[in-house]
């Protein structure tokens, strides 16, 4: 008799194992490749007001220290204003070209360009590690497909990051800590994404790029209300 109440239990016990949800580790943070392309959608918002909505181009080289960050035209991307250079257009096409030392901003179309910032500021290639103790977010579609979150605080913003099981960028979004709160979004174009070798002339600094920005970039102060 007690043999048998003893086998009950147990099998009571499988049960109840077999049919309790299995709880799993939520994903590490991944690391970005070490050399990449992809285009995106690009947009800004202050609440649910819009302040900009253009297209755009990541080219990443962490290995030779360089990328290379196209906001295009409508662009209203805090690096490329207020810099104090003589613009015709200053949402105009801009390309923010970064290397271990230095960040340029480089308006393409007019010729224009100068130094923003450096390595004191934190302007230079990001790490392929960034996302290290990243907060797991869960799963969400974003155009189409199945992409997984993760959220950290930078130095100035909250950033959001999605990419799908194989590792291909879906989303990039900042909310800023400093008020009025704009949030920043990157969709990216999921079929435009590359790995492998990219030209270096993508990321070479014009030779007229040779002062600095009459307004440097200066990493914003927080303020909240």
């Known amino acids: 008799m007690a043999a048998n109440i003893v086998t009950l239990i147990w099998w009571l016990l499988e049960v109840v194992s077999l049919t309790q949800p299995l ?4 994903p590490q943070p991944p690391s970005w490749p070490e050399t990449f392309s992809v285009s995106f959608q690009e947009e800004q918002h202050i609440s649910i007001l819009p302040v900009s909505k253009n297209t755009g181009a990541w080219y990443y080289d962490f290995g030779n220290g360089k990328a290379r960050f196209d ?5 209203k991307d805090n690096f490329c204003s207020g810099r104090g250079l003589q613009l ?5 096409d801009c390309h923010l070209l970064f290397n271990t030392t230095d960040m340029h901003v480089h308006y393409p179309r007019e010729q224009q360009c100068c130094r923003a910032c450096g390595a004191a500021e934190g302007c230079t290639v990001l790490k392929p590690t960034w996302l290290a103790g990243a907060k797991y977010l869960g799963k969400e579609n974003i155009s189409g497909m199945v992409c997984h979150g993760w959220e950290t605080q930078g130095a100035a913003a909250m950033d959001r990051w999605y990419q799908t099981e194989d590792g291909t960028p879906c989303r990039y979004s900042e909310r800023i800590s400093y008020w009025p709160h704009p949030v920043h979004t990157i969709t990216f174009n999921i079929s435009t994404y590359r790995l492998g070798p990219i030209p270096t002339s993508v990321f070479d600094v014009p030779e007229y790029c040779s002062r600095a920005c009459p307004s440097p970039w200066t990493p914003p102060v927080k303020m909240e209300y």
């Not at 709880?23 to 939520?26: S, Y």
């Not at 906001?71 to 662009?75: T, V």
């Not at 015709?88 to 105009?92: A, E, L, V």
């Open 88 to 92: 015709k257009d200053s949402r105009g």
């Open 23 to 26: 709880i799993l580790a939520p």
């Open 71 to 75: 906001h295009l035209q409508g662009q």
